[in-house]
Structure formats: structure tokens, C-alpha cells
């Protein structure tokens, strides 16, 4: 039995309403339940409001499992010629809204465009729009609102200070 890295963290407001943060690390038996992690997490967020006299303004939990196996490395001619700011956006509309929201991918493969457009009918794009819409429900945006229809692609390219450094050093 393995255990899983949980990151707790809330962030607090002083009385002039100046935000910081607060976090804890642990490690929790594999085979706890959301449910489990949830109520810990309610226990932590008690016992730090005992010793403060700021308010919670938000708490979340992030559990870091160990890599599924089967990812491709960070090797080979794919992987060297990746760029991050090639970004893929997928934009899908909510249920009960009528915003969008997208899932951004970064380094978006070669493989999965198609005059110079993300190719809907791939494989790989079909399989991930597939995911994320069925079951419905599982996936949503940040306000817990289910994704209920893709609508569009768009190529994107997008500034990373990192990228810039490393193209103003290549110079």
C-alpha cells in the first residue's frame, strides 16, 4: 500500500481584508476516500481558525499521486521539438450558462492539426472531447458547471517569460 501526497492549503483575510496563505502537508494511505480527505481537511481548516484570529476565505486540497505509467517520456524528436506556448484551446459550453469555457493544451501536437485548424475528427481529440463530456457531469469549469457540448477549436500561442529568456540566451 502506497500513500498519496496531500497538499492543504486556505487562504485567510485580515481584518483590512489582506489576503495570505496557509498550508500543511501529508501523506494519506492510498486507499483513504475523497470523502476521508474532505473531512481531514475540515478537521486541519478547525484547528488552524482555533490558532488565528483572521477569517477563511477558501480552502482546497491537492492530492499528488505518482505518474500513471504508460506516459511518454520527455525523450525523442517530438518531445525536443515541443514548444509550450503552442497552445490548444477546446472550448466547450456549460450547462446552465450561456458562457464558454476551455481546456487549454500546451505543446498541442502537430498530429491533431489539420490545415493549420485542431482536427476534430482525430482520434486523439475525439477520444479527449469524449472523456470530458461522457459520463456527463464529471467534468466542469471552476464553478461546478458540467461541460455539456464542444464548440470550437483554436491554435494559440502564448507568452512564457522562461521561453523568452531561453530565446534572448540562443541569440
Given at each position: 500500500m502506497a500513500n498519496l501526497g496531500v497538499f492543504y492549503n486556505g487562504q485567510i483575510v485580515d481584518g483590512l481584508s489582506i489576503p495570505a496563505s496557509v498550508s500543511s502537508y501529508l501523506s494519506l494511505p492510498d486507499s483513504a476516500t475523497l470523502a476521508q480527505t474532505a473531512s481531514a481537511l475540515a478537521v486541519w481548516a478547525a484547528a488552524v481558525?482555533?490558532?488565528?484570529?483572521?477569517?477563511?476565505t477558501q480552502v482546497q486540497a491537492t492530492i499528488t499521486p505518482t505518474l500513471p505509467t504508460g506516459l511518454k517520456p520527455p525523450t525523442g524528436t517530438a518531445w525536443a521539438a515541443s514548444e509550450v506556448a503552442k497552445t490548444g484551446l477546446i472550448s466547450f459550453s456549460l450547462t446552465g450558462?450561456?458562457?464558454?469555457?476551455?481546456?487549454a493544451a500546451p505543446t498541442l501536437s502537430s498530429s491533431v492539426i489539420s490545415a493549420g485548424k485542431i482536427d476534430?475528427?482525430?482520434p486523439d481529440?475525439?477520444?479527449?472531447?469524449?472523456?470530458l463530456l461522457n459520463p456527463t457531469g464529471?467534468?466542469?469549469?471552476?464553478?461546478?458547471?458540467?461541460?455539456e457540448?464542444?464548440?470550437?477549436?483554436l491554435i494559440t500561442f502564448r507568452k512564457y517569460t522562461q521561453l523568452r529568456k531561453r530565446s534572448m540566451v540562443a541569440k
Amino acid at each position: 500500500m502506497a500513500n498519496l501526497g496531500v497538499f492543504y492549503n486556505g487562504q485567510i483575510v485580515d481584518g483590512l481584508s489582506i489576503p495570505a496563505s496557509v498550508s500543511s502537508y501529508l501523506s494519506l494511505p492510498d486507499s483513504a476516500t475523497l470523502a476521508q480527505t474532505a473531512s481531514a481537511l475540515a478537521v486541519w481548516a478547525a484547528a488552524v481558525d482555533g490558532v488565528v484570529d483572521g477569517a477563511f476565505t477558501q480552502v482546497q486540497a491537492t492530492i499528488t499521486p505518482t505518474l500513471p505509467t504508460g506516459l511518454k517520456p520527455p525523450t525523442g524528436t517530438a518531445w525536443a521539438a515541443s514548444e509550450v506556448a503552442k497552445t490548444g484551446l477546446i472550448s466547450f459550453s456549460l450547462t446552465g450558462s450561456t458562457n464558454r469555457w476551455s481546456i487549454a493544451a500546451p505543446t498541442l501536437s502537430s498530429s491533431v492539426i489539420s490545415a493549420g485548424k485542431i482536427d476534430f475528427s482525430n482520434p486523439d481529440i475525439i477520444a479527449l472531447v469524449d472523456l470530458l463530456l461522457n459520463p456527463t457531469g464529471y467534468f466542469t469549469n471552476p464553478n461546478q458547471l458540467s461541460l455539456e457540448a464542444v464548440l470550437d477549436g483554436l491554435i494559440t500561442f502564448r507568452k512564457y517569460t522562461q521561453l523568452r529568456k531561453r530565446s534572448m540566451v540562443a541569440k
